[in-house]
C-alpha cells in the first residue's frame, strides 16, 4: 500500500518563528490532506490539496504531485498551533492513510 | 463547512462489558464513514468502512466479532466494542465524506477508557 513519512517527527519553536513540515508519499494520490490535532485529539482540516498551492492566513501549503511530496508552511507561529499536524493521502479507495505526524511545541 | 459529530466523547466502562459509540454527520449525508483508532502519541489506523445499509468492510487484523459497525442511516454510523478489554482502551474518531466532495471531516473524536 501507499506509504506516507513526515518529517520532521519533533520540532520545537519559539513563539514568532516560522516552520515547514514535509509529507512524502510513495505512489500517486487522488487526495492530500493536511490536518493539526488538537491537545483535546480533535482533528482539524487545515487543506485538502492534491497539488498546487494553498494559502489560509499564517498557514500554507504546498504539494508537487510529480515529485511525491507536500509542505506545509506555518509562519509567525503562536503557542496555539501547538499539537500534532497530519498529512493523510488518499489512494482512491476513499481510504486515508496517515502519516506519523509531526509534533509542534511553541514556547512563548 | 459540513460537521461530523461523535459521542460519547469520554467513556469509561467495566472489563467485559459494551460500549456503543456514535458518529453522525450533522448537516450532510454520508454513505460511507470511516472508523480509526489512535494510541497515544501514534497516528490513526483505518479500522473499517461503514457503509450504508451494508456490512463494514474491516481492515486486516480487525476483529469483526470484536468492533460491531452499523450504519443505518445516512446520517448515523455506530461502532459498538464487545465484551471490552483495557487493551480496547484507545481514542476512536470517525470520518465522513460530504457528498460529492473531496473534503474528509472528522468527528471529535472519544475516549475510551477500560477498567
Known amino acids: 500500500g501507499i506509504q506516507v513519512e513526515q518529517s520532521p517527527p519533533d520540532l520545537i519553536l519559539q513563539e514568532g518563528a516560522n516552520s515547514t513540515l514535509r509529507c512524502n508519499f510513495s505512489d500517486s494520490v487522488n487526495n492530500l490532506q493536511w490536518f493539526h490535532q488538537n491537545p483535546w485529539g480533535q482533528l482539524i482540516n487545515l487543506f485538502y490539496i492534491p497539488s498546487g498551492t494553498k494559502q489560509n492566513g499564517r498557514l500554507s501549503a504546498t504539494t508537487v504531485a510529480t515529485e511525491r511530496y507536500s509542505l506545509l508552511y506555518i509562519s509567525s507561529s503562536q503557542t496555539t498551533d501547538s499539537g500534532v499536524y497530519f498529512c493523510?493521502?488518499?489512494?482512491?479507495?476513499?481510504?486515508?492513510?496517515f502519516g506519523k505526524g509531526t509534533k509542534l511545541t511553541v514556547n512563548p | 463547512g459540513a460537521v461530523v459529530s461523535q459521542h460519547p466523547s469520554r467513556v469509561i466502562c467495566k472489563s467485559g462489558t459494551s460500549v456503543k459509540i456514535e458518529c453522525r454527520s450533522l448537516d450532510f449525508q454520508a454513505t460511507t464513514m470511516f472508523w480509526y483508532r489512535q494510541f497515544p502519541k501514534q497516528s490513526l489506523m483505518l479500522m473499517a468502512t461503514?457503509?450504508?445499509?451494508?456490512?463494514?468492510?474491516?481492515e486486516q487484523g480487525v476483529e469483526k466479532d470484536k468492533f460491531l459497525i452499523n450504519h443505518a442511516s445516512l446520517t448515523l454510523s455506530t461502532l459498538t466494542v464487545t465484551s471490552a478489554h483495557p487493551e480496547d482502551s484507545s481514542f476512536y474518531i470517525c470520518?465522513?465524506?460530504?457528498?460529492?466532495?473531496?473534503?474528509?471531516?472528522f468527528g471529535e473524536g472519544s475516549w475510551l477508557t477500560v477498567v
Open positions: 493523510a493521502v488518499e489512494d482512491g479507495s476513499e481510504k486515508l492513510v
Open positions: 461503514s457503509n450504508e445499509g451494508s456490512k463494514a468492510t474491516y
Open positions: 470520518s465522513a465524506r460530504e457528498g460529492g466532495g473531496n473534503t474528509i471531516y
